[in-house]
C-alpha cells in the first residue's frame, strides 16, 4: 500500500541555523541494539557534510546536513529502505531543557539531603549533656547555609506551579507542599536565630529530593506523548500543480486551492484536495479508506485529498477548499477529540483535590488547636502546624504513581510497547468494549494469492512471467508465490491489466474481469485477477487478506471479558469474511473515517469505555476520540502518532499483554495509596497531638516513601 | 572540637566538588546515551585516523 507513495517529506521539521547547517531529530522505530545504530550512522556519515549521531537510550536519531534542506529526505529514505521506521520530533528543545533542569534540582536537593544528614546524625544522637549549646548552634547555622539556597533553587519547580495555579484561582499538589516547605524553612531560620534545640532542615531537603525524583520520572513518561493532530496537517503541506485557463501549469502552495481549480496530479502524487475527476485514472484510496485496492476513477467520479495518483495523470477540478475537504473534517474531529481528552483527570490530580484542602486544613486545626485550647505559645503550635504538613509528604501521590508509570513504560517497552500518553494505563483499565479496524490491524494487510486448483506448469509460467512485468499489489501478490523474469514485450494498460502479444498473433493479458472480455465473474466479492489468452477460456486467480495467525485466539481470549468489534472501511462482504472467521458477531463495512469517529463518540457517550486499535489516516480521528487507542508500528504516522500506545509485535498478542500491564498496574497504584492512607491515618493524630519530634518526622516520611517506591518497583519482575 | 571549625568546612568543599562535577557531567551530555556509550567503544572508528594502516 505504502509503496505507491513517494519518499516522506521531513522538510517541515528541519530547523536550519544561521550557518546554513540544517538539523532534524527523528525516533527510530525497529532499533534492537547499538549494532543497528551503528549501522544507520556508518551509512549516513558516509555522505559528505552529513553528521549522523544515533542515541541508542532514547532511540533517537540527529541528524545535521549542510546545504538543501529536502536533501534529508533522501538519506532518511536510505536507513527506511534499511528497514526502520522513523518519526519526526518537534524542534522545540524546551521539554528537554525542562527535565535537565529538573536532574539539576535533583543534584542540588540530593546533595543537600546528604550532607545535611552528617549534621542530623550528631543532632539526633547526642543529648543536651553531650552537645554543648554552642556546637548545636554551629550544626543549625551549618545546615542553614545549605538548606536556604537549596530550597531557593531546588524548590522552583513547585513555587513556580503553585503560583500559577493560585493565580488562576486553582490550588494543586504543589500549594500545600510550597506552604510546607516555606513554613518549615522559615520556622527552622527563626530556631536557629534563636538557639532552639530543634530545626527542620533535614526534612526540607529530603522533602523535596523525593518529590523531585517524583517529578522527574513524571515528565520522562509525559515528554513521549506528542500531538497528533498538528502533525495530520503535515500530510496535506506541500505543492500542487494548476492548470490555468490559458493552459499553463504552475505549483502554487496546498492553502492557495480554491473551488473551481484545476488541479493535476502526476502519477506518484498526492491529491491534495477533494474534487471531481476530469479523466479516468487509478488512485490509491488506502489512506482514506482504508480499502487494500487502488480505484479505478471515471470521469466524474468523486476524489478525495490524501488519495495519492498511481496511474495516469490526472486532471481534477476542486470542489471544496481544503479545510472542508474530508481530511479537514478529520483533523478538526482530532482537535476537538484532544482537547476533550484532556478533560479525564488522573487519579494522582483527583485525590490532590481533596488532599490539599484536608491538608491545610488539618495544619489549621493543629496550630489553633494548640494556641488556643492546648495554651501552648505561638511558636510551639506553628511548629506543630509545620510538623502535620511536612508529615503528610505527599509521596505516595509525588512518587509512587509515576514510579509505577515508569516501571510498567519499561516493561511494556520491552514487550515491544511504546506507552505515549502518561495516564493511558489508567484509562485502559475502564475498557469494556474493544473496537479493531480490519486491514493491517487484524489482517496482515498484504494480499496473498490463494492456492489455484488444477493449474499445468506452462499457464503458470505464464501467469508469472506477466505478473513480473507489474507493479500493481495483486501482480506482486502473484510474484511471491511464483517468482519469474518479467515478460518481454509486456505493456501495462493502468488500471486494466498487462498484455503481451504472442508469436501467433494472439494476446494473452493478465487484469481484470473486463480487461479480459468475462462477463460473469463469480459473485463472491473476491479480489481477483483473470488470466487468458485470446480465443480460450480465461482462467481466475483469487487474493485475500489473512488475519494474523494468532488472531483468532487473541480475539477469543478478549471476548470472555470484552465486547468485540470489528469496524472496517472495506467493502461489507469482507469485513463480514474475517469477523465470521474471527468469531466476532458484531461488524460493520464499508465505515468511512467519519462514521468510525461518530460510532465510537456514540459508544462513549452511551458510557462505554472503548479500546480502539487502528491503523490507517481513515482510523486517526476514531484513535484520537477512543477512551484509549492502539496503533501498530506499522501504521502511518499520523495513525501512530493519535494513538496512546504503539506496538511493534506482528499480530494481536500486545493487546491483552498492555490490557494485563494496565491492570497490575492500577492495583500497584491503589496499594500504594492505602499504604500511604494508613501512614497518614497513624502519623497525622500523632504529629496534630504534638509527639512527634524531628527525627521522628524526617525518618517516617522517608520510610513511608521507600515502602512505597518498593511495591512500585515490584512491576519490574514477573 | 575545635577540629569541627575545619573539618565540617572541608567537608562541605568535598561535597560541592561533587556536585560541580555533576553538573559539569551532566552538561557535557555524559548521561545523554549510557548505553550508546557503552557500546560505541567497541566499534571500529573509521572516520578519524585509521590506525591500522
Not at chain 1, 498484455?499 to 474481469?513: N, Q, V, Y
Request: charged letters at 20%.
Amino acid at each position: 500500500m505504502t509503496n505507491a507513495l513517494p519518499a516522506t517529506d521531513y522538510s517541515a521539521y528541519v530547523r536550519t541555523n544561521a550557518d546554513g547547517t540544517n538539523h532534524l531529530r527523528l525516533i527510530v522505530a525497529g532499533m534492537h541494539c547499538a549494532g543497528c545504530a551503528f549501522k544507520i550512522e556508518k551509512k549516513l556519515n558516509a555522505y559528505p557534510g552529513v553528521e549522523a549521531r544515533v542515541n541508542v537510550t532514547e532511540k533517537r536519531l540527529s541528524l545535521v546536513w549542510s546545504g538543501d534542506k529536502a536533501a534529508g529526505n533522501t538519506l532518511l529514505d536510505e536507513v527506511e529502505t534499511m528497514g526502520f521506521q522513523l518519526s519526526p520530533v518537534k524542534q522545540s528543545g524546551t521539554e528537554d531543557e525542562g527535565l535537565k533542569h529538573l536532574l539539576r534540582c535533583i543534584a542540588v536537593s540530593g546533595f543537600a539531603s546528604g550532607n545535611l544528614m552528617v549534621f542530623s546524625m550528631a543532632l539526633w544522637f547526642s543529648g543536651r549533656d553531650s552537645m554543648g549549646a554552642a556546637t548545636r548552634d554551629l550544626m543549625h547555622w551549618y545546615s542553614a547555609l545549605i538548606t536556604l539556597p537549596t530550597v531557593i533553587y531546588a524548590g522552583m519547580p513547585f513555587f513556580k506551579s503553585a503560583w500559577h495555579a493560585l493565580r488562576h484561582g486553582r490550588t494543586n499538589m504543589d500549594v500545600p507542599i510550597s506552604v510546607a516547605v516555606t513554613l518549615a524553612s522559615a520556622v527552622s531560620l527563626y530556631e536557629t536565630v534563636h538557639s532552639s534545640e530543634h530545626a527542620y532542615f533535614d526534612s526540607v531537603a529530603m522533602l523535596l529530593f523525593l518529590l523531585l525524583i517524583g517529578r522527574y520520572l513524571d515528565a520522562r513518561v509525559r515528554l513521549q506523548a506528542k500531538s497528533a493532530a498538528s502533525d495530520l496537517l503535515q500530510v496535506m503541506q506541500g505543492t500542487a500543480s494548476i492548470i490555468e485557463d490559458s493552459g499553463h501549469m504552475r505549483r502554487v502552495p496546498s492553502k492557495a486551492l480554491i473551488p473551481g481549480m484545476r488541479l493535476h496530479a502526476a502519477k506518484g502524487e498526492k491529491i491534495l484536495a477533494d474534487g471531481t475527476a476530469l479523466n479516468a485514472g487509478d488512485v490509491d484510496t488506502s489512506a482514506i479508506t482504508g480499502e487494500t485496492m487502488p480505484r479505478h476513477v471515471c470521469a466524474g467520479d468523486a476524489v478525495l485529498a490524501g488519495m495519492v495518483n498511481i496511474g495516469t495523470p490526472l486532471d481534477i477540478r476542486i470542489d471544496k477548499s481544503q479545510q472542508d475537504s474530508l481530511i479537514g473534517d478529520i483533523i478538526a474531529l482530532m482537535q476537538r477529540a484532544e482537547q476533550g481528552g484532556a478533560a479525564y483527570v488522573r487519579i494522582a490530580d483527583r485525590i490532590a483535590r481533596w488532599y490539599t484542602p484536608v491538608v491545610h486544613i488539618l495544619a489549621l486545626i493543629t496550630f489553633m488547636g494548640w494556641l488556643w485550647i492546648g495554651g501552648a505559645a505561638f511558636q510551639p503550635a506553628l511548629m506543630c502546624a509545620v510538623t502535620v504538613l511536612i508529615i503528610t509528604c505527599p509521596c505516595a501521590l509525588g512518587l509512587a504513581v509515576p514510579v509505577a508509570q515508569v516501571m510498567a513504560g519499561g516493561r511494556l517497552f520491552r514487550g515491544g510497547m511504546l506507552l505515549k500518553s502518561a495516564d493511558a494505563l489508567e484509562r485502559l483499565e475502564k475498557v469494556d468494549t474493544i473496537v479493531f479496524d480490519k486491514t493491517g490491524t487484524l489482517t496482515t494487510g498484504q494480499m496473498v494469492m490463494d492456492p489455484p486448483d488444477h493449474i499445468d506448469d506452462e499457464t503458470k509460467a505464464q501467469i508469472a512471467a506477466l505478473a513480473a512485468a507489474s507493479a500493481h499489489p495483486l501482480a506482486r501478490a502473484v510474484t511471491a508465490v511464483w517468482p519469474s523474469k518479467p515478460a518481454a514485450g509486456a505493456a501495462e494498460m493502468d488500471g486494466r491489466g498487462i498484455e503481451i502479444t504472442r508469436e501467433d498473433g494472439h494476446w494473452c493479458r493478465l487484469g481484470s474481469a473486463a480487461f479480459l472480455l468475462v462477463t460473469d465473474s463469480p459473485p463472491d466479492d473476491k479480489l481477483e485477477l483473470w488470466f487468458g489468452v485470446q480465443g480460450l477460456p480465461p482462467l481466475r486467480l483469487t487474493f485475500s487478506d489473512h488475519p494474523h495467525a494468532d488472531a483468532a485466539r487473541v480475539i477469543r481470549d478478549l471476548r470472555r471479558e470484552y465486547r468485540v468489534v470489528l469496524l472496517s472501511g472495506d467493502r461489507p462482504a469482507v469485513a463480514a469474511a474475517v469477523a465470521a472467521q474471527l468469531g466476532i458477531d458484531e461488524w460493520y463495512g464499508a465505515v468511512d473515517p467519519l462514521r468510525k469517529h461518530d460510532m465510537i463518540d456514540a459508544e462513549i457517550s452511551a458510557g462505554r469505555h472503548v479500546l480502539m486499535v487502528g491503523d490507517g489516516l481513515n482510523d486517526a480521528a476514531a484513535l484520537s476520540r477512543a477512551t484509549v487507542s492502539m496503533s501498530p508500528s506499522s501504521a502511518l504516522d499520523i495513525a501512530q502518532n493519535a494513538a496512546d500506545v504503539v506496538y511493534q509485535r506482528k499480530g494481536l498478542s500486545s493487546v491483552p499483554a498492555l490490557l494485563q500491564t494496565a491492570r497490575r498496574t492500577q492495583a500497584i497504584v491503589r496499594q500504594s495509596f492505602a499504604l500511604a492512607l494508613a501512614y497518614n491515618v497513624i502519623a497525622v493524630p500523632l504529629a496534630m497531638a504534638g509527639f512527634v519530634t524531628p527525627l521522628v518526622a524526617a525518618v517516617s516520611m522517608s520510610l513511608s516513601s521507600l515502602l512505597v517506591v518498593g511495591n512500585a518497583l515490584r512491576l519490574k519482575g514477573g | 572540637m575545635d577540629v569541627l571549625a575545619y573539618m565540617i568546612p572541608i567537608a562541605l568543599v568535598m561535597g560541592l566538588l561533587w556536585l560541580v562535577i555533576f553538573m559539569w557531567a551532566l552538561r557535557s551530555g555524559q548521561f545523554d546515551d549510557p548505553e550508546g556509550a557503552a557500546s560505541r567503544i567497541l566499534q571500529d572508528d573509521e572516520r578519524e585516523g585509521d590506525l591500522h594502516k
